[in-house]
């Protein structure tokens, strides 16, 4: 058996993990902001306020939810051996990644590289080098 064949699926499977991992981390890390309070009465202070994802983002758990679904839908089509759908889910995964950039994307920049992988792996696994009648190939048996 082609090691491209099931490398394909694992990597797909650890981005999966990788975003539940990630979004639960979001999730529950408390994110702090420090401001400079200037009173008349007394000195200026550096106050650090502590708040949750949940208390800053407008959209609530939506943002976390959506990499981590696309990436069990690749992850989905990758086992079940659907390039197309693999492939579909790692460009979306990767432009939300881009498009997050700048607030939560960082995080999940692993995830998307190894569903890029598993994505360029999958097609390389299949390029028409098995004959169409091999016992190898499931559509014949």
């Given amino acids: 058996m082609n090691w491209r064949v099931w490398v394909a699926p694992i990597l797909a499977s650890i981005s999966a993990v990788w975003c539940v991992a990630i979004g639960l981390w979001i999730w529950f890390t408390p994110v702090g902001n420090s401001a400079i309070v ?12 502590y708040r949750s994802f949940s208390e800053i983002s407008h959209f609530g758990a939506l943002p976390l ?6 990436a069990i839908l690749a992850t989905c089509a990758a086992w079940r051996g659907i390039r197309a759908g ?3 889910s790692a460009l979306l995964f990767v432009g939300f990644t881009f ?9 999940y920049l692993p995830a998307a590289a190894l569903l890029t992988l598993a994505t360029l792996l999958a097609c390389c696994s299949s390029s028409g080098k098995q004959k169409l009648g091999s016992p190898s190939n499931p559509a014949c048996t």
Avoid: K, M, N
């Avoid at 200037?38 to 306020?49: A, K, L």
């Fill in 38 to 49: 200037r009173g008349s009465s007394r000195p200026e202070q550096d106050v650090v306020h």
């Fill in 99 to 107: 498009i997050a950039g700048f607030s939560i994307g960082g995080a």
């Fill in 65 to 70: 939810i959506v990499p981590t679904a696309v």
């Fill in 86 to 88: 693999l492939g579909v």
